[in-house]
């Protein structure tokens, strides 16, 4: 069974450009992460989405911002860039959540999207 | 709010030697979910255990052990004998629970990178 797909795996910027960065999640799950790893920075929760829909939002500027498609996989877009958004953009996905009671909290994550801002 | 501290930035050890990655936690729910991950150089996060706040029953896994007491909020990680593969950064989590299971929004440590030196 394939596991967290995240492309690309590599993308260089200017500052001011946009980043869009794609993820697919493991099949039968629902519910999206994107985390941030910046150096020095640690993980950092960026967005949830479930079943379509933007769950919550971690303590990131409206210029990050992202969807989930209808069959689950997600992308997240980065406008204005600046040197500090520089980092490794992780992508993870889970069981059914909201209402299926099923979901234990174990996340599965890509192996990442190095974005470099130059 | 919810905090996981991971004291410990690195830690260099010898091969078969033991090693312990402490973990520290705040959070102001009953409910709660406590992770470890591992990530390895190529950049994905490994899940390697889960524990909810209601069982502080210690587990042991091959040559990796935890131990997670309530009253000091410490979910510590014990590799023994390690191995040089062990080589990684190692993040300790948190979650919120939830009537219909774990919110998989994760707040992480700062992480522990370990070198296990042949």
């Known amino acids: 069974e394939a596991g967290v797909t995240q492309s690309p795996t590599h993308l260089i910027k200017t500052r001011g450009q946009q980043a869009t960065l794609r993820c697919s999640p493991i099949?039968?799950?629902?519910?999206v992460y994107w985390y941030q790893q910046a150096l020095g920075l640690g993980l950092q929760f960026l967005l949830w989405?479930?079943?379509?829909?933007?769950?919550n939002r971690g303590n990131f500027p409206p210029r990050f911002s992202g969807r989930q498609f209808p069959n689950y996989s997600s992308e997240l877009n980065v406008n204005a860039l600046e040197l500090e958004d520089s980092a490794l953009y992780l992508c993870a996905s889970s069981q059914p959540g909201l209402a299926g009671g099923k979901n234990t909290g174990e996340l599965f994550f890509g192996e990442g999207s190095r974005l470099t801002v130059l | 709010a919810q905090k996981v501290t991971q004291a410990q930035t690195e830690i260099s050890v010898v091969e078969k030697e033991d090693v312990t990655l402490d973990c520290v936690y705040e959070?102001?729910?009953?409910?709660?979910?406590l992770f470890w991950y591992k990530q390895p150089p190529s950049g994905e996060l490994v899940f390697l255990i889960r524990?909810?706040?209601?069982?502080?029953q210690n587990e042991i896994s091959g040559r990796y052990s935890w131990n997670f007491q309530k009253s000091t909020s410490s979910f510590n990680f014990t590799i023994t004998a390690s191995q040089v593969v062990d080589s990684a950064v190692y993040f300790c989590a948190l979650s919120e629970g939830s009537k219909t299971g774990a919110n998989s929004k994760l707040t992480f440590g700062k992480g522990i990178t370990l070198s296990v030196r042949p």
């Open positions: 524990r909810n706040s209601f069982d502080e």
């Open positions: 099949s039968g799950h629902t519910s």
């Open positions: 959070t102001r729910d009953t409910t709660y979910y």
């Open positions: 989405y479930d079943e379509g829909e933007e769950r």
